[in-house]
């Protein structure tokens, strides 16, 4: 069985510092014989969640191709800044409408047995850490797996070369084993295929 995960950002921005954290992570999944995919936010731009919305038009096209992306992965590598101490809107409001059921859907189908890596990088000391625990504490409700490791790093803007990549050798291995351990959870994981 080929182990899909899909690699991504909480944050749109080009230069993110966090896009570059998953990419990290997900170099130690591809090792472990992941096949790797990432998001590029603007190719989903999703309106801010509206019930009435939702009612009266269906599920957004984006939110339709954004909930077929989640479903044809089975782990998800995360890598979200802190914004006023939890997750940024950005992903929040992505979650909100991936759980909105589309036609034929079982209930969570994006989330549910899915196994999930969470990193974030901050300018700050703490690395993000905040953040992740209510992101943990979303994915969990929403029946993921949510690794025990997780991997906060402060100092953002002085982690990466010019190339992007880790400049301390040891933090760059924390990342990737992020990867590798969801690889290899996934490898043995019942409910992968489901």
Not at 137 to 163: C, H, M, N, T, W
Request: glycine letters at 8%; aromatic letters at 8%.
């Amino acid at each position: 069985m080929t182990i899909k995960i899909l690699a991504l950002s909480g944050s749109q921005r080009a230069a993110s510092f966090n896009a570059l954290l998953a990419r990290a992570a997900a170099n130690g999944a591809a090792a472990e014989g992941a096949e790797i995919s990432f998001l590029d936010w603007r190719d989903y731009a999703m309106p801010l969640y509206d019930p009435d919305l939702e009612r009266a038009e269906g599920l957004p096209e984006a939110v339709l191709r954004f909930k077929a992306l989640l479903k044809a992965h089975q782990g998800f590598l995360i890598a979200s800044p802190e914004y006023n101490g939890s997750l940024t809107p950005l992903l929040k409001n992505a979650i909100d409408w991936a759980t909105r059921p589309a036609a034929g859907d079982p209930p969570m189908v994006c989330f549910k047995h899915k196994v999930i890596g969470l990193l974030s990088t901050s300018p700050g000391v703490f690395g993000g850490h905040t953040g992740l625990v209510h992101l943990r504490a979303i994915l969990s409700r929403l029946g993921s797996f949510v690794l025990p490791e997780q991997y906060p790093v402060g100092e953002a803007g002085k982690l990466f070369d010019e190339q992007g990549e880790l400049r301390d050798p040891k933090l760059k291995a924390i990342a990737e084993s992020i990867g590798a351990r969801a690889a290899t959870v996934l490898r043995s994981w019942p409910d992968a295929t489901s």
